[in-house]
T-cell receptor
Framework: AQKITQTQPGMFVQEKEAVTLDCTYD???????LFWYKQPSSGEMIFLIY??????QNATEGRYSLNFQKARKSANLVISASQLGDSAMYFC?????????????????FGQGTILTVHP | ETGVTQSPTHLIKTRGQQVTLRCSSQ?????VSWYQQALGQGPQFIFQ???????GRGNFPPRFSGLQFPNYSSELNVNALELDDSALYLC?????????????FGPGTRLTVL
């Protein structure tokens, strides 16, 4: 089963409008972290926002907010007041701790991504 | 700018060759993770190094290996290159291995195997 599902291959939004990018996740862990990254055509993965599984408040970072619905296992990214520079690929990712040989490590598992295009 | 750098930017190799990719961590970060991103896909976890030891590995064969140095910079080595190894290779550094330790990515190395 997919751990991270992003059902929108592509999204279009008018400049200055808000847009929501969907993300659902699958885990049986109680402790996990959810991240959103932006990847412009240059390739660099840019960190946008983080939500911990125990955080009661939705995370916000400037124009970015994360609509966290734990019972539904969804972590949608909301971008307010879209700008032309927001056009990029957006990835939702989850971090769970994996125990191996007495140590733990936290790899990121990414979704397939959503391409956002902002129209003037 | 994350402070994470990678070299080279682009690389072209032929099947069967070996390649070494390099990553310099953000200052103060002791953990480096490597990811492979095929065209049109999300990144896939290769392995993670914490204080010079590999402490986690994804579903990649042993011909993918790595090193982390005392200054926490890192190398990814791939032997016996295959066509399917063509991808963007991303490294990410973080303060630690915990859930809340955000991974900051470098610009990537684009590898083409002919």
């Amino acid at each position: 089963a997919q751990k991270i599902t992003q059902t929108q291959p592509g999204m279009f939004v008018q400049e200055k409008e808000a847009v929501t990018l969907d993300c659902t996740y699958d885990t049986s862990d109680q402790s996990y972290g959810l991240f959103w990254y932006k990847q412009p055509s240059s390739g660099e993965m840019i960190f946008l926002i983080y939500q911990g599984s125990y955080d009661e408040q939705n995370a916000t970072e400037g124009r970015y907010s994360l609509n966290f619905q734990k019972a539904r296992k969804s972590a949608n990214l909301v971008i307010s007041a879209s700008q032309l520079g927001d056009s990029a690929m957006y990835f939702c990712a989850m971090r769970e701790l994996t125990n191996a040989g007495g140590t733990s490590y936290g790899k990121l598992t990414f979704g397939q991504g959503t391409i956002l295009t902002v129209h003037p | 700018e994350t402070g994470v750098t990678q070299s080279p930017t682009h690389l072209i190799k032929t099947r069967g060759q070996q390649v070494t990719l390099r990553c310099s961590s953000q200052s103060g970060h002791n953990t480096v993770s490597w990811y492979q991103q095929a065209l049109g896909q999300g990144p896939q976890f290769i392995f993670q190094y914490y204080r010079e030891e590999e402490n986690g590995r994804g579903n990649f064969p042993p011909r993918f290996s790595g090193l982390q140095f005392p200054n926490y910079s890192s190398e990814l080595n791939v032997n016996a290159l295959e066509l399917d190894d063509s991808a963007l290779y991303l490294c990410a550094s973080s303060l630690g291995t915990g859930l809340t330790d955000t991974q900051y990515f470098g610009p990537g190395t684009r590898l083409t195997v002919l």
